[in-house]
């Protein structure tokens, strides 16, 4: 996005007992520190297949809001970022979950010159990198803090952050593929 800065890259993996797949926060903000763009979205390809897998999601885009529900996307109104967090931390706990599905190699089949490619992101390269376990509530109070100060008009340092919901998921991803 010319003019913007994107200042939160967010993803929480989502364990397989949760219904898998990965819950995206990305966040831009304007010369003036206003946000820009605010992204929230459930992405799971197993449980759907369209719309690059975005399951549930919210845009905004320049004062514009657009919610998405499995291929489907309405305009919708809001008073604040904690609200739009609050709204989709509800509803994505209310969709219905999957079961473990089999066990697929997925990144394991690419080789480290395609990781190195995928992960080249001039938008967060300077970002400061957080890496841990938690839960999805641990994931939307950090959006609620984010959402509040950026409600407020305040700073917030740029960083990215990847949560992973099940202990073997972060180990098994820190294995050698």
Not at 106 to 118: F, H, Q, T
């Amino acid at each position: 996005m010319t003019g913007t800065t994107k200042m939160a890259d967010d993803i929480y993996m989502v364990p397989w007992e949760q219904g898998n797949g990965q819950i995206r926060r990305e966040v831009w903000v304007d010369k003036e520190g206003k946000v820009a763009r605010y992204y929230l979205a459930y992405l799971n390809q197993d449980a759907f297949k369209g719309d690059e897998g975005m399951v549930l999601g919210y845009e905004y885009n320049n004062g514009n809001l657009t919610s998405h529900l499995m291929g489907s996307e309405k305009a919708i109104e809001f008073s604040s970022l904690v609200e739009l967090e609050e709204q989709f931390d509800k509803e994505w706990n209310n969709i219905p979950k999957q079961g473990v599905p089999a066990i697929s190699q997925g990144a394991a089949d690419l080789n480290e010159n395609e990781v190195d490619v995928i992960d080249d992101f001039i938008e967060t390269k300077m970002m400061k990198l957080t890496i841990t376990k938690g839960s999805s509530a641990d994931f939307f109070r950090r959006g609620k803090e984010l959402a509040g100060k950026l409600d407020r008009g305040e700073a917030a340092e740029p960083e990215k952050v990847v949560i992973f919901g099940n202990r073997q998921d972060l180990c098994y991803s820190l294995l050698t593929k």
